[in-house]
């Protein structure tokens, strides 16, 4: 769930700090950090963040751009359905299983963390 929301808030980051729209590409690339950061090595768990990333990166933004034309009081812009609109919801969803795979190998191939050595008890009989 963590990691999901993580992966959420890098992809409208960085969907913010892009001078044009990048389509998937923010949230491809947030879903793939965010498995690796949190070294997810099921793909099950790697889908479960992808789509989480994915939907709520789409439902935020598309909210927020909807909410500034209805603060604004302006009528939202004609909206033309050509070939792009009706594959988009298509290619974003194989984007994000490929993510989660792709963030799987990346999290596999992952070194594990160095481990501490054990405690040694001292010798010594308590007082």
């Known amino acids: 769930m963590?990691?999901?929301i993580f992966g959420f808030l890098l992809a409208v980051i960085i969907n913010l700090f892009?001078?044009?729209y990048l389509y998937f590409v923010p949230s491809f690339l947030a879903a793939i950090i965010a498995i690796y950061a949190f070294r997810l090595e099921a793909l099950r768990?790697?889908?479960v963040v992808a789509f989480m990333t994915y939907i709520f990166n789409d439902g935020i933004l598309g909210t927020l751009s909807l909410a500034i034309y209805y603060f604004a009081n302006e009528q939202y812009p004609a909206f033309p359905i050509?070939?792009?609109t009706m594959i988009s919801p298509v290619i974003?969803?194989?984007s994000a299983?490929?993510?989660a795979y792709i963030g799987m190998l990346f999290a596999q191939s992952r070194?594990?963390?160095k481990e501490l050595p054990p405690i040694v008890q001292s010798q010594v009989p308590p007082a």
């Open 97 to 99: 299983v490929a993510a």
């Open 18 to 20: 892009s001078p044009v």
């Open 92 to 94: 974003s969803a194989i």
């Open 2 to 4: 963590s990691a999901g």
């Open 111 to 113: 070194r594990p963390a």
């Open 82 to 84: 050509d070939v792009w």
């Open 45 to 47: 768990d790697g889908l």
